[in-house]
């Protein structure tokens, strides 16, 4: 296992923010971790795990050890007549296992197309899109005990998954390194193309008859025409959650800001979509140097060159203040920041 010093995160975080790391490790084994924190010399070091880098915001440089998630591999471990268990190393990226899925028949995932980042980052946040989220198909994921040494198996109701949160963003954070995910994908797929234009976006593809290849297709077409490829320009795509307010909240938002949209998410609750509250409050394509809001999608910040993450956390910060004054409704950071 090579250990690097002083290493540019540059490439490793789609930000691209020019930051360094102490030490850096790729770890491609789950016994890897377990020869790390059983040496002496990195012991008393902080340590960052770090996948694909799309959700971590670097306000400076990291003084300790970052764990490069590099585990790979892909293998059917269960397979019946209407499914399949698949399991996937943390360190896969998360689109191309989705791409993997859709061309081997197995559906569950396709509307999780184009999602960035790797597959154990997928379960922390419980990644959703387009009316589908991870939860749906999530079966069960190893993860290493950082205290003991040893691998822990989790099943679906252990992390308790929620809008963008499971126990591992909570009680249970920075105690596990997650190595490896499994999902219960389906050979008879079930379409979900209500939400959002999904379905106009194959009405506008031609599709007369759906597939999962297709539906992936509509997605990740849609993502593009919103969201900035971070190659071009740097990103990490949605910085704050869709906050959920009451019902009779929303109620009392709508007879103040008539089209102001919302989503159902029982009979008690609204999901507002935060990109409409921070275009409202005027934000969307604001530029301040070289950092600042995208001109498509007011929910993306953006690093045009080089640009701070301070800046960018302190950006985030005033369009927080700016949507509470305005609607009374608190945004909560979707990326992590470090």
């Known amino acids: 296992m090579l250990i690097e010093e002083n290493f540019s995160l540059k ?57 490069k998630m590099e585990i790979g591999g892909i293998a059917v471990e269960q397979d019946s007549a209407d499914s399949v268990i698949v399991s996937f190393g943390a360190g896969e990226n998360w689109h191309q296992c989705v791409l993997w899925a859709v061309e081997h028949g197995y ?50 109701e252990d992390c308790k ?7 591992f963003k909570g009680p249970r954070k920075d105690k596990y390194i997650i190595t490896r995910v499994y999902l219960r994908l389906s050979k008879k797929p079930k379409f979900n193309i209500t939400y959002g234009n999904l379905k106009e976006t194959l009405e506008q593809m031609g599709v007369e008859e759906l597939t999962l290849k297709n539906v992936s297709q509509a997605v990740i077409n849609i ?33 103040a800001f008539e089209k102001i949209p919302g989503y159902e998410v029982d009979e008690a609750s609204v999901k507002l979509p935060a990109a409409w509250l921070i275009d409202q409050c005027g934000w969307k394509g604001t530029r301040i140097g070289d950092i600042g809001v995208h001109d498509k999608q007011a929910l993306v910040l953006v690093n045009h060159g ?18 509470f004054s305005t609607f009374g409704v608190e945004l909560e950071r979707e990326v992590n920041v470090v």
């Not at 691209?16 to 490790?25: E, Q």
């Not at 998954?161 to 126990?167: L, M, T």
């Open 107 to 156: 559906a569950g995932i396709e509307n999780l197309s184009l999602i960035p980042g790797t597959v154990g980052a997928a379960p922390m946040q419980n990644i959703g899109a387009y009316g589908v989220e991870l939860k749906e198909v999530f079966h069960s994921l190893d993860a290493y005990d950082v205290k003991t040494g040893k691998i822990s198996r989790f099943y679906n």
């Open 306 to 323: 080089n640009g701070k993450g301070r800046d960018i956390l302190k950006l985030s910060t005033e369009i927080q203040k700016s949507v």
């Open 223 to 255: 993502r593009q025409s919103k969201l900035p490829d971070p190659l071009e320009i740097g990103n990490a795509g949605s910085f704050f959650k869709n906050p959920v307010v009451e019902k009779v909240y929303f109620d009392s938002l709508k007879a």
């Open 161 to 167: 998954f929620g809008y963008r949160y499971s126990v």
């Open 11 to 67: 490439d490793h975080n789609t930000f691209r923010l020019d930051v360094r790391a102490n030490f850096k490790a790729g770890i491609t084994q789950p016994e890897e971790l377990q020869e790390l924190y059983a040496n002496p010399k990195f012991k008393t070091v902080k340590k960052l795990v770090l996948g694909g880098g799309s959700n971590v915001l670097f306000t400076r440089n990291f003084l300790g050890l970052v764990l």
